[in-house]
């Protein structure tokens, strides 16, 4: 064998041991993990964002967990894969004001065709993007060109049917889709502006679903360090989240589950964890009696105004809920965090009515019960009738009859 036979045959095992280290490092083409090597965009303090799949050589596991997760899934580019609810034009449609609508399945793509009720096709648009894990319900986004709309109807859990979007029927066919309302089921949006008051984006710059990064801010130079590629940096730059006082902390909870924000200062996909979110926007309902404020959306502020959070210095958001875990549903992980703080307090069913706390083993049902929203509802198919969404307080208390006692 000739010495440049040789070599070649050196330099071929070398690329292929090169090869089989980076697909056991991270993960196989196949693996069902998005590529590395896609581009990823740049925020806008000028650092770019790695990619969740980034996380999977140090976190695997973490990483495995977060996408069954209610937050990794809020959102996706539409396929059949993801989309609930049948797509059989003929079977499936809803009545709305003056129209109808169709879902409709064509080949690999999906549409909603408006059609008004002589049958002529008022509006065809085609769903390019799901938003919603499932759990409640679905709804669809269309591009017109660069610019993002809600369409009218959505699909809804509990009848396993199609209702009217949230803020339809009306005379439109599309609703705008801003940074207020898109913030909270992605991780990253570039708007063409900068206030972020415009429904126009650059489609490239769209990172589906709430992952790694929405919480833990963009991480290309942690993941360049970490590799040891990084000239930029002498120590790791990835903000320590349990370094951050507890309102830090809350504060990334509290972009998309403190109710609406208005007095919007700077582009709410400016903010990045580690920062204070008053800077950014100010909350509507600052100034509510807590008993007002909206269960739908406003989780943080109902928890700020209960007992519990008040009365201790260190509790927050994940003192009962783990981000990286799907939990929902599972009221004994959450009975548990209740009793790790009681468990040693003279408990009032034990003095005042005469029984063992054992018996009261549910303490969210009494103390954090469910309640329909007075924002979300829905109106049901083929029905005069509406339905509103039920969804948990976080106004943790003592209620009669659903009735919040202001003085327990």
Excluded at 210 to 230: A, I, L, T, Y
Excluded at 274 to 279: A, I, R, S, T
Aim: glycine fraction near 6%; include cysteine; hydrophobic fraction near 30%.
């Amino acid at each position: 064998m000739s010495k440049k036979s040789i070599a070649f045959l050196i330099i071929s095992l070398v690329i292929g041991c090169l090869f089989v280290l980076r697909a056991c490092h991270f993960g196989s083409i196949d693996s069902g993990y998005q590529k590395l090597n896609e581009v990823q965009p740049f925020h806008y303090n000028g650092k770019q964002f790695a990619g969740s799949q980034s996380c999977i050589p140090c976190h695997e596991s973490i990483y495995k967990t977060h996408t069954a997760t209610a937050h990794f899934n809020t959102s996706a580019r539409a396929n059949g894969e993801n989309l609930q609810g049948s797509f059989n034009g003929e079977q499936d449609r809803i009545n709305l004001v003056g129209s109808q609508v169709k879902l409709v399945a064509e080949s690999e793509d999906y549409f909603q065709v408006t059609k008004s009720y002589p049958g002529k096709i008022l509006d065809k648009s085609k769903i390019d993007v799901v938003i919603g894990s499932g759990v409640k319900g679905q709804s669809h986004l269309t591009f017109k060109g660069d610019s993002l709309y809600q369409l009218q109807v959505s699909y809804f859990k509990l009848t396993n049917g199609w209702v009217n979007s949230p803020g339809f029927p009306n005379q439109r066919f599309q609703r705008p889709v801003m940074d207020n309302c898109i913030k909270c089921h992605v991780t990253f949006a570039k708007n063409e502006d900068v206030s972020g008051m415009s429904n126009v984006y650059d489609k490239d710059s769209f990172i589906y679903g709430v992952d790694c990064e929405r919480c833990h801010g963009p991480s290309q130079e942690h993941v360049d360090f970490r590799k040891g590629n990084s000239k930029l940096n002498t120590a790791d730059p990835i903000v320590q989240i349990d370094t951050l006082s507890r309102n830090l902390r809350d504060n990334i909870c509290a972009q998309c589950h403190a109710g609406l924000r208005g007095n919007q200062l700077k582009n709410p996909f400016s903010y990045v964890v580690g920062e204070k979110l008053e800077e950014y926007s100010k909350n509507y309902n600052t100034r509510k009696p807590e008993y007002e404020l909206d269960v739908h959306g406003n989780q943080y502020g109902l928890l700020k105004s209960s007992a519990c959070y008040k009365n201790s210095p260190t509790m927050s958001c994940t003192t009962c809920h783990d981000s990286h875990l799907n939990q929902r549903e599972q009221e004994n992980v959450f009975n548990g965090k209740c009793m790790e703080c009681h468990k040693a307090v003279q408990h009032p069913h034990e003095t005042e009515m005469k029984s063992s706390i054992a018996q009261y083993d549910n303490c969210i049902k009494c103390h954090m019960p469910v309640f329909p929203s007075k924002t979300m509802n829905v109106s049901l198919p083929n029905t005069n009738q509406e339905k509103a969404i039920d969804i948990r307080t976080h106004l943790i208390g003592i209620y009669i009859d659903k009735v919040y006692q202001t003085k327990p």
